[in-house]
């Protein structure tokens, strides 16, 4: 509860989401990323793939499950814009890789890179305003 409470009072931008919508597009975007993110774990174990190409996938869920812990857990806004930066990237870095390989993998992180585009620039929004 403290944590909500913490979250609540931080100043947020007008357009910021309402807190329910997060549970649901998460949900829908983690089916997505294990689907896609298994099939390039299991091409790269398989060697239908270079282990390289599973980098950014690997690096990627690293970060995405860093934010949590650091914006709730530590409730730092800073640490949290740096990992939503790093998840973005990494995303970016993965759709870039794995499209010469699988380009229905890439087409599928469509959804997630658009959210996160939306989380990086709300969470950046959110950082500024509570300097």
Known sequence: ME??????????????????????????????????????????????IPIIIALPFVLNLIFNFSFTPLQFGLKNNYLAAVDIVLVLATLIWAMVAIYPHSRWIAYIQIPYLLWVLFATVLQLTITYLNL
């Open 3 to 48: 944590t909500y409470s913490w979250y609540q009072q931080l100043i947020k931008p007008s357009w910021s989401p309402p807190s329910w919508l997060f549970g649901p597009v998460w949900t829908f975007l983690y089916v997505l990323i294990a689907i896609s993110f298994g099939k390039v774990f299991w091409m790269a174990i398989k060697k239908q």
